[in-house]
C-alpha cells in the first residue's frame, strides 16, 4: 500500500469520525491488504485525530482478546490500538451520543505501568509481567466503527480504525490489587439500574495479565514498547453492549469499584 493510500485512508477515516459519520464499506485501493499498512494507517489517523483535538498519547488498547470479539470482528488473533488524551474521560463521566454513528460498551480491565520494560528477548509471561503493573484499574471503553456494520472488519482494517476505539472512561486504580485472582474477578454491566451482561477476567485471554504481556511481546514487532505511565486497557469481559441514548451505564468490579457513563 502506497503512501497516498495511507494517508487517503486515514484521511477518510478521521473524517467519518469527526462527522460522527459511517459508509457501506471502505473503497478498495484504501482498504489495508495485511497489518502493516494497518498499522502504518492508525498511526496517521490517531496523529490527526491528536492533532484536531489537542491530545497526547497515553497508552494501549487491546481488541479482540475475547473470542466474542474475535469473532464479531472476524479476526483470531489480537491486536491493539493507541489511547490518546483527548478521549480518556474519567469516571463518571457523560458522553454527547449524538456525535456518534454506534455506541458499544465494554467492561474491561486496565493495568497503568510502573515502570519501562527494558529490551528483551524473553517473552513476558503474565507472571512477568505483573512485576511492571503500578495499579489495576476498572474502566469502560466506548467503541464504534466506521461502516454500515461489524461484517466489513477484518483484522488489517480493524487496526486501521485503531480498534473501533472512542473513548476510555477508567475509574480509580488500585494499587493494592496483588492479593486479587483478576481471572476469577466477576465484572456486571447494568444499564438503568437493570443488569445486562455478567462476565470476568477468565474471558480475556483466561486472564488480563496475559493480554497485557501479549502486547508487551508484540510491540518490539512495531518499534514500540511499555513505559512508565502508561495505561493498557485489555478488551471487553463480555459481550458488546449496544447501548443507546439516554442510557445510565454502570460497571461493577466489585472490589475493584464502580465505572459510570451517562449517554446524553
Not at 490527526?48 to 482478546?65: D, M, N, S, W
Not at 465494554?106 to 497503568?112: D, L, R
Not at 503474565?126 to 477484518?154: C, K, L, M, N, T
Request: glycine letters at 8%.
Amino acid at each position: 500500500m502506497d503512501v497516498d493510500n495511507i494517508h487517503g485512508a486515514a484521511e477518510l477515516l478521521a473524517e467519518l469520525r469527526l462527522r460522527g459519520a459511517t459508509i457501506d464499506e471502505p473503497p478498495a485501493d484504501l482498504r489495508p491488504k495485511d497489518l502493516t499498512a494497518g498499522y502504518a494507517i492508525q498511526n496517521d489517523l490517531v496523529a490527526r485525530l491528536e492533532q484536531h483535538y489537542g491530545g497526547f498519547p497515553v497508552g494501549y488498547k487491546i481488541a479482540c482478546t475475547n473470542t466474542f470479539a474475535q469473532q464479531l470482528l472476524n479476526t483470531v488473533a489480537p491486536v491493539f490500538g493507541r489511547l490518546s488524551s483527548c478521549f480518556v474521560l474519567p469516571s463518571p463521566a457523560r458522553i454527547d451520543s449524538s456525535e456518534f454513528a454506534f455506541l458499544g460498551i465494554e467492561v474491561e480491565f486496565a493495568f497503568e505501568i510502573s515502570r519501562d520494560l527494558p529490551s528483551t528477548e524473553v517473552r513476558h509471561t503474565a507472571e512477568s509481567i505483573s512485576e511492571h503493573v503500578a495499579a489495576v484499574v476498572p474502566a469502560i471503553e466506548f467503541v464504534g466503527h466506521r461502516f454500515s456494520d461489524w461484517s466489513q472488519f477484518d483484522a488489517p482494517l480493524l487496526v486501521a480504525d485503531n480498534a473501533v476505539h472512542q473513548a476510555w472512561i477508567p475509574g480509580t486504580g488500585i494499587d493494592d490489587w496483588r492479593g486479587l485472582d483478576l481471572k476469577s474477578h466477576p465484572v456486571q454491566l447494568l444499564v438503568n439500574g437493570e443488569l445486562k451482561l455478567t462476565g470476568s477476567g477468565e474471558n480475556v485471554l483466561q486472564d488480563p495479565l496475559n493480554a497485557l504481556a501479549w502486547l508487551a511481546n508484540e510491540l518490539p514487532r512495531w518499534g514500540r514498547s511499555l513505559q512508565a505511565g502508561e495505561f493498557v486497557t485489555t478488551g471487553t469481559c463480555t459481550d458488546v453492549y449496544t447501548a443507546r441514548a439516554g442510557d445510565e451505564i454502570r460497571a461493577d468490579f466489585g472490589a475493584l469499584g464502580i465505572v459510570e457513563l451517562q449517554l446524553a
